[in-house]
């Protein structure tokens, strides 16, 4: 069955979830809960969950290699845990063997997803010793020599999700190769670039010793490629990393030159280089070799889009957090929301992405880059392919700009989330790609119908970012996932989507090629993703379905039945007077109403 | 000589071209059109106009830009696009076009040149050819125009200055100038008052008019006293007021005394379950109390539940009319910017400044106090009285925002309207001082309407499925507010509407018998045009923008009629009604108490009472009412009560919609408030004017098949039998064809299939003729229908039945306290 783990309730209403967990919550106390298979027991014990919205709360808890699992024994309190181990940052014992006061001895979980768990054991005996050893064991199995339940686990599905992304045939959909742009295949067994994907688009007239040239002189070897091209005016999105300036200010003639090369593919009067990074940063880069692209590259302008790096985002989620878990900041919420300046970074990734999608659109090629060009980078490049093409903002058109623009190009998804790892404090650690996903959830709320895959797609994706459920973010990069033989040991994210793919459909999608969507990146028009950031909060609503769509779903029934009637009244009439009846009946095909004609003169 | 020439000219641009006063004067009869495609208003005069302008299209209205003449007349700058259909000279004058500004609603007038912006008042001269005009509006539109190179600089010069001195600039005695600019005509005299009224909502104004909504309501117990017909009893209270039934007039005429401006406790609404929801001002406590004064007092204030009253204060956790101005001011300046600057808060400021409005910590106050009476309310039979100094402000927003809540019908446009006539206009909200078109008097200046709208908007984006009227209905609404040329809105109470009805003539005067009562007012000129109401949305808004004020095919479960004010379902009233009889409470910052001095006559000082009723003040009954409150506090932590909080949770139409109040569920009513030029807007609909949101649409379509298969069980409906074609015009027929409700639309039965296509759901032809059959969710109050009885069969009637048989039933309409509802509705909808 699909879907066996997106299930994180933190209570019976937390509604977000598929059909078979749900089912699953329904059997008696541990004693039938549904496990995946190659799902396996560890433990299970009496214990009370201390939950912040409705007090401590007695029941069981099972621990398996896959999950955390809790259930209230109190029939008056439902309370349901179900909590994939990958989702655990940090567990910590709490109080002492000596420690007075209520359910002060017992364990405490950091969750990555945005919340805590506390646990209050019995004081007698070290209860809880082994449940904390079990516990830390299987929550961060990489640090203890154990595999990821990804490698464990035997679910199948209809679906082979690996096989959503193929890179030659996403080139050959944006037109490539042409007489401007190549395929080349010289980083085939990763030597140019251990970082990138075996197949990259460059430009024709680039010879391969260009390439390792090139290379030698950016970041990580990370060469400017082709992410992206326009379809009529061949303006191109490229990215790469920082050159590698470095205090002396040194200067790289194939650098410059390959640079060029991109700009007279379209002959783009100026080729722009957008550096993602505040220009203090950038500067400050130079120090450790790095650095920005001067005057000396000739026909190209350099653009600072002000993006703070992985560690600022860090701190701005955690503030987030802090405001809204477990409880809400009432009395001043706007300005401690303000203060977490998370909507500020949300709307400055999307101001970027944005200046970049009317740059290219205007027919103007660009380059994106940040320090590394595996995290503002992988934003700005994949949501300005979503303003611009309308096939990522498709359900599978989706999965193959994540596959492509994030896990191909290796953004370090190991590195940021640390799956499997308990280091908690890890300075690599940052919420990059969660911020993406809000900025695409930014743009689903501005563009209702633009989108073909809801926001539930959106919400499955952040839960099995976590879970280690699935093999598709694991591992910083291709190189490191052939090592490990993730496309044949594991199962893909996406077959678990496809194979329940209506699921994630949005009713109200309209298909509109060409159409560039321009987001307001203001704070008038942002807002917090209430139902992802404030989920386990129960007095947010659970909403299965927006209200919205459920009206959508009411009315195609409406519809259904008064066509029904009216064949009925058709057939059951022959009537010459009822020749009204016989015009089409295909509601599909009428004309809108009057009221929308007169409005559309815009100049 | 030269200065001389000067002056000459300005006052020449000043005059009206005498060639199109002709044109638009000897259009007046005929109603014609001017050359350049404005229809003008009779009596209209064309001052100025341009050609070849463009206009700037907000988000609603597709974005963009539309090229078209500009016009500024006496009482409009009037705006007619390239290509707009001609339209039909025979047709009912309409105030405003789509792209209209009325002169009253312009705030401020900005030009940009090159490189420059200048606030344009009536005594400054340019010193540059404007490119852009921007209208800032008092209701927060900012219209902007764009003048074409082809657009001649003389005309955009006159135009801008001819704008310039004829919009009203606050001060006193613009408004009748404007009043009359707009309805002053002979031919707009005899056009308004020709008009018939709006007949599908209840307009307060006579006792009949209050009985039907007792009916409607169910209340028993309660009648209509003319006591205040001749307003001497309380000046700002109504002709009509519903007392209890065992109070007699001569024993209530006593009463008045001891409220505040005698503002005694009146019956608003009944609760289904039987609750009754009163308001009154506040005690007057310097009088003596006699024995038998006390006896009515007491009567008038509990009403039909002798056992139990909670005294709801108002005057606490509210904001006063000064902090609301304050609020809405900040409000405005942050949404519009400093206009002359063309400054705005900047962006990464804006949530905390947005915040320091405390705006939106009023609009939180009024729903959290709406929703302990509404919970109060729904817990069984008592009373409860809103109580306010002078129950004029918060009362009217605190007692219309209950009835939102808890009553479906308010939740359709007509009785929406009718909630507004009662709890505002009719109850006597001062409306003239608190808008303050006059701009005479600041001190009393309080957009409380106003925020009773944003309230209701919050209840609206958070069960937009519960609504019939729409978010364009209530921004109608709001725009309204800001244009002083309705009768609802140009008077403080009703016998100042009185008074000026009957000044101006018999033939405008809604002939009632009373207008020998009151002494000519001075004050207001015989001559002064009449008003027509605010609800009369034809005069200001076209066919198809009053198409949007309602969602095309209604909500479901439908928005019903309250038919039994009697539905005994709840176990708390049993405990509640247990009480010792005569059980006053306060209800304030949360908790019940009982004050001494609660009720004036009963504390020590006054003596009486205690020597007669020797009664200990009971709190017995506390937990039972804290436990009223706290289902509102657990609706906020849904575990506890899942029945009541879960989104599409049970359809129970007297379950209240509580609206969840933490900061980040509380939204900017962006549509209205951010509808200014000074930073780009959000598309909402990609696809804009052209192509509606897939709902619309697709409720559209829904609706054109209900038409069509009107039609067509129309034509079959004649042949059978004369009885069938008569169920679809009138909505009686129909409910008598529904005593059998439920089983009115099976398809297995053949004869009652015909029946079902032959009555159309009344909303159809509602949406259609907006003067056809009453709508469906309009009382059915008419004598005959008491005795429907339960308001099961009902729902269904007026349910879509049809839907109802096709589905699982359970979805429409599930089990209450199904403590697992989360769960099989999550299955339903997966699956």
Same mark, same amino acid.
């Given at each position: 069955?699909?879907?066996?783990?997106?299930?994180?309730?933190?209570?019976?209403?937390?509604?977000?979830?598929?059909?078979?967990?749900?089912?699953?919550?329904?059997?008696?106390?541990?004693?039938?809960?549904?496990?995946?298979?190659?799902?396996?027991?560890?433990?299970?014990?009496?214990?009370?969950?201390?939950?912040?919205?409705?007090?401590?709360?007695?029941?069981?808890?099972?621990?398996?290699?896959?999950?955390?699992?809790?259930?209230?024994?109190?029939?008056?309190?439902?309370?349901?845990?179900?909590?994939?181990?990958?989702?655990?940052?940090?567990?910590?014992?709490?109080?002492?063997?000596?420690?007075?006061?209520?359910?002060?001895?017992?364990?405490?979980?950091?969750? *990555?997803?945005?919340?805590?768990?506390?646990?209050?054991?019995?004081?007698?005996?070290?209860?809880? $010793?082994?449940?904390?050893?079990?516990?830390?064991?299987?929550?961060?199995?990489?640090?203890?020599?154990?595999?990821?339940?990804?490698?464990?686990?035997?679910?199948?599905?209809?679906?082979?999700?690996?096989?959503?992304? $193929?890179?030659?045939?996403?080139? $050959?959909?944006?037109?490539?190769?042409?007489?401007?742009?190549?395929?080349?295949?010289?980083?085939?067994?990763?030597?140019?670039?251990?970082?990138?994907?075996?197949?990259?688009?460059?430009?024709?007239?680039?010879?391969?010793?260009?390439?390792?040239?090139?290379?030698?002189?950016?970041?990580?070897?990370?060469?400017?490629?082709?992410?992206?091209?326009?379809?009529?005016?061949?303006?191109?999105?490229?990215?790469?990393?920082?050159?590698?300036?470095?205090?002396?200010?040194?200067?790289?003639?194939?650098?410059?030159?390959?640079?060029?090369?991109?700009?007279?593919?379209?002959?783009?009067?100026?080729?722009?280089?957008?550096?993602?990074?505040?220009?203090?940063?950038?500067?400050?880069?130079?120090?450790?070799?790095?650095?920005?692209?001067?005057?000396?590259?000739?026909?190209?302008?350099?653009?600072?889009?002000?993006?703070?790096?992985?560690?600022?985002?860090?701190?701005?989620?955690?503030?987030?957090?802090?405001?809204?878990?477990?409880?809400?900041?009432?009395?001043?919420?706007?300005?401690?929301?303000?203060?977490?300046?998370?909507?500020?970074?949300? *709307?400055?990734?999307?101001?970027?992405?944005?200046?970049?999608?009317?740059?290219?659109?205007?027919?103007?090629?660009?380059?994106?880059?940040?320090?590394?060009?595996?995290?503002?980078?992988?934003?700005?490049?994949?949501?300005?392919?979503?303003?611009?093409?309308?096939?990522?903002?498709?359900?599978?058109?989706?999965?193959?700009?994540?596959?492509?623009?994030?896990?191909?190009?290796?953004?370090?998804?190991?590195?940021?989330?640390?799956?499997?790892?308990?280091?908690?404090?890890?300075?690599?650690?940052?919420?990059?790609?969660?911020?993406?996903?809000?900025?695409?959830?930014?743009?689903?709320?501005?563009?209702?119908?633009?989108?073909?895959?809801? +926001?539930?797609?959106?919400?499955?994706?952040?839960?099995?970012?976590?879970?280690?459920?699935?093999?598709?973010?694991?591992?910083?990069?291709?190189?490191?996932?052939?090592?490990?033989?993730? $496309?044949?040991?594991?199962?893909?994210?996406?077959?678990?989507?496809?194979?329940?793919?209506?699921?994630?459909?949005?009713?109200?999608?309209?298909? +509109?090629?060409?159409?560039?969507?321009?987001?307001?990146?203001?704070?008038?028009?942002?807002?917090?993703?209430?139902?992802?950031?404030?989920?386990?909060?129960?007095?947010?609503?659970?909403?299965?379905?927006?209200?919205? +769509?459920?009206?959508?779903?009411?009315?195609?029934?409406?519809?259904? +039945?008064?066509?029904?009637?009216?064949?009925?009244?058709?057939?059951?009439?022959?009537?010459?007077?009822?020749?009204?009846?016989?015009?089409?009946?295909?509601?599909?095909?009428?004309?809108?109403?009057?009221?929308?004609?007169?409005?559309?003169?815009?100049? | 000589?030269?200065?001389?020439?000067?002056?000459?000219?300005?006052?020449?641009?000043?005059?009206? #071209?005498?060639?199109?006063?002709?044109?638009?004067?000897?259009?007046?009869?005929?109603?014609?059109?001017?050359?350049?495609?404005?229809?003008?208003?009779?009596?209209?005069?064309?001052?100025?106009?341009?050609?070849?302008?463009?206009?700037?299209?907000?988000?609603?209205?597709?974005?963009?830009?539309?090229?078209?003449?500009?016009?500024?007349?006496?009482? /409009?700058? &009037?705006?007619?696009?390239?290509?707009?259909?001609?339209?039909?000279? %025979?047709?009912?004058?309409?105030?405003?076009?789509?792209? #209209?500004? &009325?002169?009253?609603?312009?705030?401020?007038?900005?030009?940009?040149?090159?490189?420059?912006?200048?606030?344009?008042?009536?005594?400054?001269?340019?010193?540059?050819?404007?490119?852009?005009?921007?209208?800032?509006?008092?209701?927060?539109?900012?219209?902007?125009?764009?003048?074409?190179?082809?657009?001649?600089?003389?005309?955009?010069?006159?135009?801008?200055?001819?704008?310039?001195?004829?919009?009203?600039?606050?001060?006193?005695?613009?408004?009748?100038?404007?009043? @009359?600019?707009?309805?002053?005509?002979?031919?707009?005299?005899?056009?308004?008052?020709?008009?018939?009224?709006?007949?599908?909502?209840?307009?307060?104004?006579?006792?009949?008019?209050?009985?039907?909504?007792?009916?409607?309501?169910?209340?028993?117990?309660?009648?209509?006293?003319?006591? @205040?017909?001749?307003?001497?009893?309380?000046?700002?209270?109504?002709?009509?007021?519903?007392?209890?039934?065992?109070?007699?007039?001569?024993?209530?005429?006593?009463?008045?005394?001891?409220?505040?401006?005698?503002?005694?406790?009146?019956?608003?609404?009944?609760?289904?379950?039987?609750?009754?929801?009163?308001?009154?001002?506040?005690?007057?406590?310097?009088?003596?109390?006699?024995?038998?004064?006390?006896?009515?007092?007491?009567?008038?204030?509990?009403?039909?539940?002798?056992?139990?009253?909670?005294?709801?204060?108002?005057?606490?956790?509210?904001?006063?009319?000064?902090?609301?101005?304050?609020?809405?001011?900040?409000?405005?300046?942050?949404?519009?910017?400093?206009?002359?600057?063309?400054?705005?808060?900047?962006?990464?400021?804006?949530?905390?400044?947005?915040?320091?409005?405390?705006?939106?910590?009023?609009?939180?106050?009024?729903?959290?106090?709406?929703?302990?009476?509404?919970?109060?309310?729904?817990?069984?039979?008592?009373? !409860?009285?809103?109580?306010?100094?002078?129950?004029?402000?918060?009362?009217?927003?605190?007692?219309?925002?209950?009835?939102?809540?808890?009553?479906?019908?308010?939740?359709?446009?007509?009785?929406?309207?009718?909630?507004?006539?009662?709890?505002? !206009?009719?109850?006597?909200?001062?409306?003239?001082?608190?808008?303050?078109?006059?701009?005479?008097?600041?001190?009393?200046?309080?957009?409380?309407?106003?925020?009773?709208?944003?309230?209701?908007?919050?209840?609206?984006?958070?069960?937009?499925? /519960?609504?019939?009227?729409?978010?364009?209905?209530?921004?109608?609404?709001?725009?309204?507010?800001?244009?002083?040329?309705?009768?609802?809105?140009?008077? %403080?109470?009703?016998?100042?509407?009185?008074?000026?009805?009957?000044?101006?003539?018999?033939?405008?005067?809604?002939?009632?018998?009373?207008?020998?009562?009151?002494?000519?007012?001075?004050?207001?000129?015989?001559?002064?045009?009449?008003?027509?109401?605010?609800?009369?949305?034809?005069?200001?808004?076209?066919?198809?923008?009053?198409?949007?004020?309602?969602?095309?095919?209604?909500?479901?479960?439908?928005?019903?009629?309250?038919?039994?004010? %009697?539905?005994?379902? @709840?176990?708390?009233?049993?405990?509640?009604? #247990?009480?010792?009889?005569?059980?006053?409470?306060?209800?304030?910052?949360?908790?019940?108490?009982?004050?001494?001095?609660?009720?004036?006559?009963?504390?020590?000082?006054?003596?009486?009472?205690?020597?007669?009723?020797?009664?200990?003040?009971?709190?017995?009954?506390?937990?039972?009412?804290?436990?009223?409150?706290?289902?509102?506090?657990?609706?906020?932590?849904?575990?506890?009560?899942?029945?009541?909080?879960?989104?599409?949770?049970?359809? #129970?139409?007297?379950?209240?919609?509580?609206?969840?109040?933490?900061?980040?569920?509380?939204?900017?009513?962006?549509?209205?408030?951010?509808?200014?030029?000074?930073?780009?807007?959000?598309?909402?609909?990609?696809?804009?004017?052209?192509?509606?949101?897939?709902?619309?649409?697709?409720?559209?379509?829904?609706?054109?098949?209900?038409?069509?298969?009107?039609?067509?069980?129309?034509?079959?409906?004649?042949?059978?039998?004369?009885?069938?074609?008569?169920? /679809?015009?009138?909505?009686?027929?129909?409910?008598?064809?529904?005593?059998?409700?439920?089983?009115?639309?099976?398809?297995?039965?053949?004869?009652?299939?015909?029946?079902?296509?032959?009555?159309?759901?009344?909303?159809?032809?509602?949406?259609?003729?907006?003067?056809? &059959?009453?709508?469906?969710?309009?009382?059915?109050?008419?004598?005959?229908?008491?005795?429907?009885?339960?308001?099961?069969?009902?729902?269904?009637?007026?349910?879509?039945?049809?839907?109802?048989?096709?589905?699982?039933?359970?979805?429409?309409?599930?089990?209450?306290?199904?403590?697992?509802?989360?769960?099989?509705?999550?299955?339903?909808?997966?699956?």
């Amino acid at each position: 069955m699909a879907s066996p783990v997106s299930a994180y309730n933190s209570n019976a209403l937390d509604t977000h979830i598929s059909s078979t967990s749900r089912e699953s919550l329904k059997m008696e106390l541990l004693a039938d809960v549904s496990l995946l298979p190659g799902e396996e027991r560890i433990i299970d014990k009496e214990t009370m969950y201390i939950c912040p919205f409705s007090g401590a709360v007695k029941g069981k808890v099972l621990i398996t290699n896959y999950r955390l699992y809790f259930k209230s024994s109190d029939a008056d309190v439902a309370v349901t845990l179900d909590v994939p181990l990958g989702a655990i940052s940090r567990v910590e014992k709490m109080g002492g063997a000596s420690s007075r006061g209520e359910n002060s001895y017992g364990l405490d979980i950091t969750c *990555k997803d945005m919340r805590n768990l506390r646990f209050a054991l019995k004081q007698e005996g070290h209860s809880r $010793r082994d449940i904390f050893e079990l516990l830390f064991k299987y929550a961060f199995p990489l640090s203890h020599g154990l595999p990821l339940f990804a490698y464990v686990t035997q679910e199948k599905y209809a679906e082979n999700g690996w096989s959503i992304y $193929r890179p030659v045939e996403e080139f $050959r959909r944006q037109g490539l190769p042409n007489n401007k742009w190549r395929i080349t295949f010289i980083n085939k067994s990763y030597e140019l670039c251990d970082t990138y994907p075996t197949v990259l688009a460059v430009p024709f007239k680039s010879k391969e010793e260009d390439l390792k040239r090139v290379a030698a002189f950016r970041s990580r070897a990370r060469i400017p490629v082709l992410s992206w091209i326009h379809r009529e005016n061949q303006a191109v999105i490229c990215r790469c990393s920082q050159p590698l300036v470095g205090m002396s200010g040194k200067r790289n003639k194939d650098d410059e030159r390959y640079l060029e090369m991109i700009r007279e593919a379209n002959d783009t009067p100026k080729l722009t280089i957008y550096d993602a990074r505040p220009s203090v940063n950038a500067v400050a880069n130079k120090a450790t070799g790095g650095g920005y692209e001067g005057d000396e590259y000739q026909n190209a302008e350099l653009v600072f889009l002000d993006i703070q790096n992985i560690h600022v985002m860090r701190e701005s989620l955690k503030k987030l957090k802090d405001i809204v878990y477990p409880n809400v900041e009432e009395s001043h919420w706007l300005s401690s929301l303000e203060s977490t300046h998370w909507l500020e970074h949300v *709307k400055l990734v999307l101001s970027g992405a944005i200046q970049v999608a009317d740059k290219v659109s205007s027919g103007n090629s660009v380059v994106i880059h940040c320090s590394d060009g595996w995290d503002r980078t992988a934003q700005l490049s994949s949501l300005a392919m979503l303003m611009l093409d309308s096939h990522y903002r498709t359900l599978r058109g989706f999965q193959v700009l994540i596959e492509k623009e994030w896990i191909s190009f290796g953004h370090k998804f190991a590195s940021r989330i640390g799956h499997g790892d308990k280091n908690h404090a890890d300075q690599d650690r940052s919420p990059i790609f969660v911020q993406f996903i809000d900025c695409v959830w930014q743009m689903t709320k501005q563009f209702p119908t633009a989108f073909e895959f809801n +926001e539930r797609l959106l919400l499955t994706i952040l839960d099995h970012l976590y879970s280690c459920c699935f093999g598709t973010f694991l591992y910083n990069c291709e190189s490191m996932r052939d090592q490990q033989e993730v $496309r044949l040991k594991t199962v893909s994210l996406w077959s678990l989507v496809n194979s329940k793919m209506e699921m994630y459909l949005n009713p109200f999608y309209t298909p +509109e090629s060409g159409r560039v969507l321009y987001p307001v990146a203001s704070m008038r028009h942002l807002e917090l993703w209430v139902t992802y950031y404030i989920r386990w909060n129960p007095r947010i609503r659970h909403q299965q379905q927006s209200p919205v +769509e459920q009206r959508y779903k009411e009315l195609l029934a409406l519809r259904e +039945e008064y066509l029904k009637k009216l064949e009925a009244l058709e057939l059951s009439d022959s009537s010459p007077s009822s020749r009204l009846a016989n015009t089409p009946n295909t509601p599909a095909s009428s004309t809108p109403p009057q009221q929308y004609t007169q409005l559309q003169t815009p100049l | 000589m030269l200065t001389g020439s000067k002056t000459t000219f300005k006052v020449r641009q000043m005059l009206p #071209d005498i060639k199109e006063r002709m044109l638009s004067q000897s259009g007046v009869n005929a109603r014609s059109r001017d050359v350049f495609g404005l229809r003008c208003l009779p009596g209209e005069c064309v001052l100025q106009r341009a050609v070849m302008v463009r206009k700037k299209l907000t988000a609603r209205e597709g974005r963009g830009w539309v090229s078209g003449t500009l016009f500024c007349t006496h009482f /409009r700058v &009037a705006f007619v696009p390239q290509d707009s259909p001609k339209a039909d000279d %025979n047709a009912d004058p309409v105030l405003l076009g789509d792209h #209209d500004v &009325a002169l009253a609603s312009i705030e401020k007038v900005v030009v940009v040149g090159p490189n420059r912006t200048k606030l344009v008042t009536p005594n400054s001269s340019l010193k540059f050819t404007p490119e852009e005009l921007v209208l800032y509006c008092r209701d927060l539109r900012v219209v902007c125009f764009l003048f074409d190179r082809l657009t001649p600089d003389a005309q955009v010069i006159e135009i801008t200055y001819t704008i310039a001195k004829t919009y009203q600039p606050p001060k006193p005695g613009s408004v009748l100038s404007f009043q @009359n600019a707009a309805l002053g005509s002979v031919e707009m005299k005899q056009f308004l008052s020709n008009r018939h009224r709006n007949t599908h909502m209840n307009w307060y104004e006579s006792a009949s008019d209050w009985e039907q909504e007792l009916e409607r309501c169910g209340a028993t117990g309660w009648r209509v006293s003319s006591v @205040n017909d001749r307003f001497e009893m309380s000046t700002s209270l109504p002709r009509s007021i519903v007392v209890p039934q065992k109070v007699l007039d001569t024993e209530l005429k006593k009463s008045f005394a001891h409220f505040n401006e005698g503002r005694i406790p009146r019956w608003c609404w009944r609760h289904p379950r039987g609750s009754d929801l009163m308001r009154m001002s506040s005690f007057q406590n310097n009088i003596y109390h006699e024995k038998d004064d006390i006896r009515n007092l007491e009567m008038i204030l509990f009403g039909c539940h002798s056992s139990l009253c909670v005294v709801v204060e108002l005057g606490e956790e509210l904001p006063s009319p000064a902090d609301i101005q304050l609020a809405h001011s900040r409000l405005r300046a942050l949404c519009l910017g400093d206009i002359s600057t063309s400054m705005s808060v900047p962006d990464d400021k804006w949530l905390s400044t947005l915040e320091s409005t405390h705006w939106l910590d009023y609009t939180r106050s009024c729903l959290r106090k709406a929703s302990e009476v509404a919970c109060l309310l729904r817990g069984g039979h008592l009373t !409860v009285a809103l109580q306010e100094a002078d129950d004029r402000d918060m009362a009217c927003v605190v007692s219309s925002l209950v009835q939102v809540m808890c009553d479906p019908h308010c939740r359709t446009q007509q009785g929406f309207q009718s909630l507004v006539q009662k709890e505002w !206009v009719m109850a006597g909200h001062r409306f003239y001082s608190r808008i303050n078109y006059h701009r005479d008097n600041d001190k009393e200046e309080a957009p409380v309407f106003l925020l009773f709208l944003d309230c209701v908007w919050q209840l609206l984006s958070q069960y937009p499925s /519960r609504f019939q009227l729409t978010d364009d209905f209530l921004l109608a609404l709001h725009d309204s507010i800001h244009l002083p040329l309705f009768s609802s809105f140009l008077a %403080n109470c009703q016998r100042e509407r009185c008074k000026r009805s009957q000044n101006i003539g018999q033939s405008y005067t809604p002939v009632n018998g009373w207008r020998d009562v009151l002494h000519p007012d001075s004050s207001s000129d015989p001559s002064d045009p009449p008003l027509p109401s605010v609800w009369d949305w034809s005069l200001q808004y076209s066919k198809h923008r009053r198409d949007r004020f309602t969602q095309p095919v209604p909500p479901i479960p439908p928005l019903q009629p309250l038919l039994n004010g %009697n539905l005994n379902t @709840n176990p708390d009233a049993h405990r509640l009604t #247990d009480t010792i009889p005569g059980s006053v409470f306060l209800l304030s910052r949360g908790t019940f108490s009982c004050p001494a001095n609660l009720l004036p006559w009963r504390s020590g000082t006054s003596g009486v009472y205690k020597k007669s009723h020797r009664r200990a003040p009971s709190s017995e009954n506390v937990p039972g009412l804290e436990r009223l409150l706290k289902a509102w506090a657990l609706a906020e932590f849904p575990q506890g009560l899942t029945s009541t909080s879960a989104p599409q949770g049970p359809l #129970d139409p007297f379950e209240p919609l509580l609206p969840l109040l933490m900061g980040p569920c509380m939204g900017l009513w962006r549509e209205c408030y951010l509808r200014g030029a000074l930073h780009a807007q959000a598309f909402s609909h990609p696809i804009s004017a052209n192509h509606p949101h897939p709902v619309e649409r697709l409720a559209r379509e829904v609706q054109q098949l209900k038409d069509k298969l009107a039609q067509v069980s129309t034509s079959t409906a004649i042949k059978p039998a004369s009885m069938m074609a008569e169920p /679809r015009r009138t909505d009686t027929n129909l409910n008598q064809n529904t005593n059998n409700g439920t089983f009115l639309f099976p398809a297995s039965r053949p004869q009652s299939a015909t029946i079902a296509t032959a009555a159309p759901p009344p909303t159809s032809t509602n949406h259609q003729t907006s003067k056809g &059959a009453p709508p469906a969710s309009a009382p059915p109050s008419r004598p005959g229908h008491k005795d429907n009885g339960g308001s099961n069969k009902h729902t269904f009637l007026f349910g879509h039945s049809s839907v109802a048989e096709a589905r699982p039933d359970q979805r429409y309409y599930p089990a209450p306290n199904n403590a697992k509802l989360p769960k099989s509705n999550g299955s339903s909808i997966s699956s």
